[in-house]
C-alpha cells in the first residue's frame, strides 16, 4: 500500500527544545520533501531530497535542517525551536522522472512551540 | 510577489452547481498540479496538467500554458467536495512544487 507516513501526528514543545520530526515512505521513491503550512501562506517548501545525502534547500531553509540515511526516511530537525515554527509540517514523496507523477503526501503534523 | 494567485479565496455553492476555479502563475511552469486538501487533513492529487485539457470523473482542468494560466471546473458539486482546491506548478524542473494559497469551498446540501 502506497503511503507516506508521518510521526508524530500531534506535538507540543517549548521554545528553546530541539524538535524531531520523522517520515517514512515505502515505495522506494528517491525525491521526499517538507513543506510547512500556515493560514494564508499556503504550503512552503523548507528542503527537498533527492536521494540518500543528496538534500537542497527550498524557499524557507532557516531554523531548520534535515536527515536522510536511508531512502525510506527523511528527518525535519528544529534545533532551539522558536515561537514562529508553530504550523503544519507536512512531508511528501515522488519518483524522479516518472512522467506528471504528483507527490504523495503525509497526514501532516501539527507542532505548537510555546 | 506571489508566484501563484489562485481565485476566488472561497466560494460556497448549493449541492448540484458547477465550480470554477481559477490558477495564474507568473513564472514559466514544466509542469501543473491541481491538489485538494480535506479539512484539517492531507492533501491528494487530483490531476496533472500542464498544458490542454484533461478529465477525470466531475473534474475538468484547462491550462494555457503561454498565458500562465489553468481552471479546474468542478460539475455537479457535491457536499463531499467542501475543501480546499490548491493549485501548484513545477519551475524549472528541480521537482519543486510552488503552491497557491488555495480555493476554499462549501457545498451546502
Known amino acids: 500500500d502506497m503511503k507516506v507516513t508521518q510521526m508524530p501526528r500531534y506535538l507540543i514543545k517549548r521554545m528553546g527544545e530541539n524538535v524531531l520530526l520523522e517520515c517514512g515512505q515505502d515505495?522506494?521513491?528517491?525525491?521526499m520533501y517538507w513543506y510547512r503550512q500556515d493560514p494564508g501562506l499556503g504550503l512552503q517548501l523548507i528542503y527537498i531530497s533527492y536521494d540518500v545525502d543528496s538534500n537542497s534547500e527550498g524557499d524557507i531553509p532557516k531554523g531548520y535542517r534535515v536527515s536522510r540515511k536511508k531512502r525510506e526516511h527523511f528527518s525535519l530537525i528544529l534545533d532551539s525551536a522558536k515561537t514562529n515554527q508553530t504550523s503544519v509540517y507536512f512531508c511528501?514523496?515522488?519518483?524522479?522522472?516518472?512522467?506528471?507523477?504528483?507527490?504523495?503526501f503525509g497526514e501532516g503534523t501539527r507542532l505548537s512551540v510555546l | 510577489g506571489q508566484q501563484v494567485q489562485q481565485s476566488p479565496s472561497s466560494l460556497v455553492l448549493q449541492e448540484g452547481e458547477n465550480a470554477e476555479l481559477q490558477c495564474n502563475f507568473s513564472s514559466t511552469a514544466t509542469q501543473l498540479q491541481w491538489f485538494y486538501q480535506s479539512p484539517g487533513g492531507s492533501l491528494v492529487s487530483l490531476l496533472s496538467?500542464?498544458?490542454g485539457t484533461k478529465h477525470t470523473g466531475r473534474l475538468t482542468s484547462t491550462t494555457v500554458t503561454k498565458e500562465r494560466r489553468s481552471s479546474l471546473h468542478i460539475s455537479s458539486s457535491q457536499t463531499t467536495d467542501s475543501g480546499t482546491y490548491l493549485c501548484?506548478?513545477?519551475?524549472?524542473?528541480?521537482?519543486?512544487?510552488?503552491f497557491g494559497t488555495g480555493t476554499s469551498l462549501l457545498v451546502d446540501p
Open positions: 501548484a506548478i513545477e519551475r524549472n524542473m528541480g521537482y519543486k512544487l510552488t
Open positions: 496538467n500542464p498544458s
Open positions: 511528501a514523496s515522488s519518483q524522479q522522472g516518472e512522467n506528471n507523477q504528483a507527490p504523495l
Open positions: 515505495m522506494s521513491h528517491e525525491t
